[in-house]
């Protein structure tokens, strides 16, 4: 039995482009493959050359969301048009017309996925969201239909494009962060104004979608902990290379009885973790549950192609499963009041300090870090610093900490700035 | 809306017993966050003691298929016996039952499914085998609906952690196969006939399964090219690391316009290459598709907890979807007419010749190479070997050709062999 399907594209931009092309290339091996006609009934976007780029037929394009949501040949709608604006008010629209809602745009599910699932629910259609996260990698179908035997108790992943290759760039090439971040521009991975990758609100609510899942609880964007690459030193890719350690962006996500965590920073890892070599725009998602013990995922996490192919599963998933799942957690605007978040987290330091060139510096810095009880697994002293006439010469000092937690440390260091011996110049937190 | 869901469990070894545990420790945790209230109503296996030790509830022990074929509370049967004898005659039982059938049989289902399915059709019950390939990885759920946008390619993996366990043995320590094929049998890894993982029949059968999903057309295990590594020598692993090789018995498939092109043999990555890293009881399955560029999926092959996540993430998916999805190509017991199978499939080698040490020898031997079409990349001559007194002193030379097709090579290593100069010694597929 060949079932028909016909879909609408709200925005054509690369995604959406991606997608038109995926579904028009493909229609005869879906119907082959998957037993299912889907169409292309119209799309909208008001970039008339872009359409026509694309091969859209005159009588494919709507003039409007509302004859979009209007034609009862469209039976799904892909929303590629990104953001919080108009994006939410057409799949909103597009729900209360009872079409079910494919869409890419993790900062819309992340924002407001209580507020679009029970429009979705009240209307009885699917929201579906597999390409907001990790562009072509199933990794929401993973969690949701994969791995559900597990207590999932650990995420760690990379899922930003953009950040991961500006930080291969200064690893492998010494690059700064400037230089790098300016190919990552002229190369189109990173944006004219790239805040949003780069200082991690792009992690951030990717992390809040995948650990909302694993985590069966509402996990709000605002609770996750963020911290950019912008003010990452290449001194410090090096020197951490000599240590052992690769610097990503991770997103971490944790649950244990003490509550969740979640957390997105630079992150120093042993160079022979499997993350460790995921290089340049690829992304991964390494998971550990209490039956499966570790599993990843890695692929391409952004571009055209790689997360067309998640949008149209997801479309060929919502057109050959008449149940719809929608969250496995009571999904609602702020966090669950049941559930605990941990803030004063636990990692190991890495911590770059500019100190004075005296004898018993060591000893005063040792004292302080053991004085707030943060124990110290390596100390190095690196090249002298070049400093004006006259002044006291100071030289880095690199220091390793044991798994502590972050706020001893931040009081131990905050002593230490204070004291005219010794600067902290940089604060990295290390996964082992 | 709680749903209760019975299921029963047949044969307790291994998995059945992981899968019992699994069961019974979470089933809080599937009913808060899956909405599925699960209980194990009966299990079925002789060994009283096994049962004891897991800690089943006497009322739970069945006598006979019958018995649990005939129990009215189960809805599901788990299948963990293994093999196609009693395992598929309980498996048939159940279906006819009108019970859906979750399994971990390879083999079963490599050599069975078009027989299965039409019965579950038939009774319009499900069959599911997540478990089959990979432990907790959840490959087969990928290929139904995470990726089914793509053309799947290419498809390569390491998919039987016994024999990935032996080959990281000899590359790490430089071990021989006996030494460590005894050290993965006295940990547990290797059985006491190890012919089913040495020889790579089980590779083949989880091929066979994974790449009919893949390519949407039956693929036979009959139809798979099959080599195992009990020939493998330690000193070839040793040669191949020199020129940047790392060993892994492979699965690969491939689907071109071609046709399809399955194998499972012993073959020479690059040791950069994302699988050359998968060490160990690990597994990984690398699939490049037309959309998602490609993606690899990494984790614990096997163990009782890793294959339990499998099984019990399918029991789940049976229990909380009413859709039953068979499989989406055409399930017969032989290859569908209108695929092509290649067999004289396309690849570079690794080839270790003992050839006289005169002047002279190489130039023949190159000679023979390229009357057969077959050109080389690399020659490397190692050091004498020791022979007896008054014998013409020989010494190893290695080949490493280009890509070529095995009907060549197969071709000139026979010229090769039938001189009295050179004699083959090893020959080993190399992928890039």
Redesign the interface.
């Known amino acids: 039995m060949k079932k028909k399907v016909g879909v609408a594209i709200l925005g054509l931009g690369v995604v959406g482009g ?1 997608t038109y092309r ?1 579904l028009v290339d ?1 229609r005869e ?2 119907l ?4 299912v006609d889907i169409s292309v009934e119209c799309v909208l976007d008001r970039n008339l050359a872009r359409l026509q780029e694309l091969g859209v037929p005159e009588e494919c394009i709507a003039g409007s969301i509302a004859e979009v949501v209007a034609n009862p040949m469209v039976d799904i709608v892909i929303e590629t048009i990104g953001g919080v604006g108009v994006a939410k008010d057409f799949v909103i629209m597009a729900l209360q017309e009872g079409k079910s809602v494919v869409t890419a745009n993790k900062e819309m599910i992340s924002k407001c996925s209580h507020e679009l699932e029970r429009i979705a629910k009240r209307n009885a259609c699917g929201l579906y969201y ?1 390409a907001s996260c990790v ?4 990794i929401i ?2 969690l949701l ?7 999932i108790t650990e995420m760690m992943g990379i899922v930003n494009g953009t950040t991961n290759y500006i930080l291969t760039k200064m690893d492998q090439d010494g690059q700064d962060y400037q230089t790098a971040l300016k190919e990552a521009q002229r190369l189109g991975y990173a944006e004219f104004d790239p805040t949003n990758d780069v200082e991690g609100f792009d992690s951030t609510y990717k992390l809040s979608i995948l650990s909302s899942m694993a985590f ?1 609880t509402k996990v709000p964007y605002t609770k996750v902990y963020r911290e950019g690459i912008s003010k990452i030193s290449a001194c410090d890719i090096a020197i951490g290379k000599e240590f052992g350690y690769t610097l990503k962006l991770l997103v971490i996500g944790k649950n244990s009885e003490k509550g969740v965590e979640v957390r997105v920073h630079p992150t120093f890892i042993p160079s022979a973790h ?1 993350l460790a ?1 995921v290089n340049d725009a690829y992304n991964a998602v390494y998971l550990r ?12 996490g952004a ?1 055209a ?2 997360t ?6 997801d ?3 919502a057109a ?4 719809i ?1 929608y969250s ?2 009571k999904n609602t605007a702020n966090a669950d009041s049941a559930t605990k978040f941990v803030t004063d987290f636990s990692s190991a330091y890495y911590v770059r300090l500019s100190v004075e060139d005296k004898a018993g510096t060591l000893a005063k810095i040792s004292g302080i870090f053991a004085k707030y009880g943060v124990s110290i697994v390596k100390l190095s002293q690196k090249a002298r610093e070049e400093v004006g006439e006259g002044e006291t010469p100071r030289l880095p000092l690199i220091v390793i900490t044991h798994k502590t937690t972050e706020n001893r440390v931040k009081n131990a260091l905050a002593k230490i700035d204070a004291t005219d011996f010794a600067k902290v110049q940089a604060v990295i937190r290390v996964e082992e």
């Open positions: 991606g995926t493909h091996f879906y082959k493959t998957q037993g597999e562009g072509g990698v199933p179908r993973t239909d994969g791995v559900q035997a597990n207590h069966h499997a070599s549950g209490d039956a499966l013990d570790d599993i990843m995922l890695y692929g391409k571009g192609f790689p067309a192919s998640a949008v149209v599963s479309v060929i998933y050959t499963h008449s149940e799942k496995t957690y």
